[in-house]
């Protein structure tokens, strides 16, 4: 594989001084027309040490505007990124639509890193790499246009190379003895290269192996790549929009027809028995037993540094807020945080929709609550047709691989979906009308959802039946009578907590 990249091309200083004018100036005209468009740059940079990888990535913020790129090397994670799962600082990092984020010692490092050293074997090592393929293709499916670059010496060179930089006062600090360490490796960190790059070079996030002997070559390699792919980047998003106008008004017709279709099968949310009650002394009674089983076992699960996660999605006017406040209120208010999802903003519309959520992952031993969550991608936004289909669609295995993530870093998540009947929300609507101190929580939205109660029905039979799994199910909560919901939110969280703490 790497055969190609060690044939000695060169690029003079007179050639260089020639090319870089006309090439900087095509890059900056570029990303003037980036910072206009729906989609962000990633670039990564990896490859063998010395190689130039830091004299490329310094390269491209100088030819470039550097307010529009965001660069970022990672080192060994600190404690704050160590009590989140692992790809929490790279979500947080990415760029909003309209810039490039250039990531150097990135998510590959790690698992090349073990393999190499024997820590990790073929299957665990592939898992990682599979896991890679997929956070790269969810940003790729967004409209991320990646770019991956593995720089590349032969061993000979590369022995050349880090002997010269010791040399020079001013750079031999960039040499220190885990370069040679690893040079003595070179063949088992060439080999766990390869094998990472033969599985994660897919057509939407490609590798471009890099000849590195000359440092003025590989330069003009990278940019040339780098202008070519973002030109036709920006060309294919303009064809796009024309053709995606002209086919709107048809796809929009057959999409009411479809989902009106859909809205008539049975639902899991028609199996339910919505007439489950509790009388007021026995909800006194259950709340105050649940709410004090909770506090001790949210204690314990402190004390082995495990955070709980918490999303709570239902009708309007099923009962969250109230479930939600009778849920944290068992706890020390230092502890939990809910957050409240509304529209998102612009910032957060610059970004793929699961970044605002990785964004707000609690730190171990912390309780997090979403009002609403991601799932808003597969119900608001699939009925309110703000996502297009193949959107909401490709959504849950997102999502799906979104929660494996945090229940495997040893989160403990619960999903909840508090159910009442149509009939039930219409009372609960007139009653907000007539109280003042809740007249607030009812707009003119909550109206306009109700006359599609049938669609969204639909879609939540999806979202339960494509997310529920093993590891994260939903839990559906009876929520005619506000007691009964209470209770069972709580109690069922207790029983979950309990299950976890077991767990080795």
């Not at 093993?470 to 939110?489: H, I, M, Q, S, Y």
């Given at each position: ?6 044939l000695g ?8 001084a ?25 670039i990564v940079?990896a ?8 004299e ?8 470039m ?6 660069t ?5 994670p ?13 979500w947080r990092?990415?760029?909003p ?7 150097l ?7 090349v890193?073990?393999?190499?050293h024997g ?11 599979d896991?890679?393929g ?8 967004s ?10 010496l ?7 190379r ?9 750079d031999?600090?960039?040499?220190t ?11 088992k960190f ?9 599985r994660t ?5 490609p ?28 060309s294919?998003?303009?064809?796009e929009?024309?053709?995606?106008a002209?086919?709107k ?25 919505m007439n ?5 002394d026995s909800y006194n009674?259950?709340?105050a ?36 406040r ?15 999802i ?9 970004h ?26 597969v119900?608001v ?12 669609r ?9 929660e494996?993530?945090l ?7 619960a999903k909840?979906?508090l ?8 009372r ?12 607030w ?15 969204y ?13 093993f590891?994260?199910?939903w839990t559906?909560?009876?929520g ?12 069922t ?12």
């Amino acid at each position: 594989m790497f055969e190609a990249a060690e044939l000695g091309h060169k690029i003079s200083k007179k050639e260089f001084a020639k090319l870089e004018p006309t090439l900087r100036l095509e890059l900056l005209e570029l990303q003037q027309r980036l910072r206009q468009a729906n989609f962000p740059v990633i670039i990564v940079v990896a490859g063998v040490d010395g190689a130039g990888k830091g004299e490329t990535i310094n390269l491209l913020n100088e030819w470039m505007d550097p307010r529009w790129i965001v660069t970022r090397a990672y080192n060994e994670p600190s404690d704050e990124e160590q009590e989140r799962p692992e790809f929490w600082r790279y979500w947080r990092d990415l760029p909003p639509k309209g810039k490039i984020g250039v990531y150097l010692s990135s998510w590959y490092s790690e698992p090349v890193l073990q393999r190499a050293h024997g820590k990790w074997g073929r299957g665990r090592f592939d898992a990682h790499l599979d896991r890679i393929g997929s956070f790269e293709k969810t940003l790729a499916d967004s409209g991320a246009l990646i770019l991956k670059f593995w720089m590349h010496l032969g061993k000979k060179d590369q022995k050349k190379r880090l002997k010269a930089l010791e040399k020079n006062p001013l750079d031999s600090w960039r040499v220190t003895d885990r370069d040679w360490k690893h040079w003595e490796m070179y063949e088992k960190f060439i080999g766990a290269s390869e094998r990472a790059i033969m599985r994660t070079s897919t057509g939407q996030a490609p590798w471009s192996i890099i000849e590195g002997r000359d440092l003025r070559y590989s330069a003009i390699t990278v940019a040339r790549i780098l202008k070519k792919s973002i030109s036709k980047r920006l060309s294919d998003i303009e064809l796009e929009a024309e053709l995606l106008a002209q086919k709107k008004k048809k796809k929009k017709a057959t999409r009411k027809r479809r989902l009106t279709q859909e809205s008539t099968q049975q639902t899991v949310l028609q199996a339910l028995k919505m007439n489950k009650a509790l009388e007021k002394d026995s909800y006194n009674q259950g709340l105050a037993e649940q709410r004090a089983r909770l506090n001790k076992l949210f204690r314990r699960a402190q004390s082995k540094n495990k955070s709980v996660l918490l999303v709570f999605e239902g009708w309007d006017a099923g009962g969250k807020g109230g479930a939600i406040r009778r849920l944290t209120s068992a706890l020390d208010a230092r502890d939990w945080q809910v957050i409240p999802i509304a529209a998102p903003t612009d910032e957060e519309r610059d970004h793929h929709y699961l970044w605002r959520f990785w964004r707000h992952l609690p730190r171990s031993g912390r309780l997090t609550v979403f009002d609403r969550s991601w799932y808003g991608r597969v119900l608001v936004e699939r009925v309110e047709g703000f996502a297009r289909e193949e959107e909401w669609r490709r959504s849950y295995a997102e999502i799906n691989q979104f929660e494996e993530q945090l229940v495997d870093h040893g989160i403990i998540l619960a999903k909840y979906w508090l159910h009442i009947t149509k009939d039930e929300q219409l009372r609960r609507f007139k009653e907000r009308e007539k109280t003042p101190f809740k007249r607030w929580k009812l707009t003119d939205e909550d109206w306009r959802n109700r006359k599609q109660w049938d669609l969204y029905q639909q879609a939540v039979n999806e979202m339960v039946t494509r997310t529920s799994t093993f590891n994260a199910p939903w839990t559906l909560v009876e929520g005619n009578d506000k007691r009964f919901a209470r209770v069972k939110v709580i109690e069922t969280l207790c029983d979950q907590l309990e299950r976890s703490l077991k767990k080795k």
